[in-house]
């Protein structure tokens, strides 16, 4: 599967983003998809995971009520709404797809495809 993110960017603190990510490829045989965080020097770090052929979603604890995870089946593509941005978010994003049998994955090593990464800086 081929994952292509989009829609990073500049952003003062407080402002909105909306990434997306447009799968190609097999792209039958993923069932959870997700968007994970980087920063230079640290490890891989879960954002968000949404069950591909379901409606579960779950959100890390940093993000929960300020991001929002959704797809559109039909386009093959998953967005992350990101609403009161902090400074502390501003990293390299990644959308990322598993084909495992499980709906929702929150570990790295649980998926199997990586897209390219999307900047988001958040100033102050």
């Known amino acids: 599967v081929q994952l292509v993110e989009s829609g990073g960017g500049l952003v003062q603190a407080g402002g909105s983003l909306r990434l997306t990510c447009a799968a190609s490829?097999?792209?039958?045989?993923?069932?959870?998809r997700g968007w994970f965080r980087q920063a230079p020097g640290k490890e891989r770090e879960f954002v968000a995971a949404i069950a591909w052929f379901g409606t579960t979603a779950r959100y890390a604890d940093s993000v929960k009520g300020r991001f929002t995870i959704s797809k559109d089946n039909a386009k093959e593509t998953m967005y992350l709404k990101m609403n009161s941005l902090k400074t502390e978010d501003s990293t390299v994003y990644y959308c990322?797809?598993?084909?495992?049998?499980?709906?929702?994955?929150?570990?790295?090593?649980?998926?199997?495809?990586w897209g390219q990464g999307t900047q988001v800086t958040v100033s102050s």
């Open positions: 990322t797809a598993s084909g495992g049998g499980k709906e929702i994955y929150n570990t790295v090593e649980e998926y199997d495809d």
């Open positions: 490829g097999e792209t039958v045989r993923t069932y959870a």
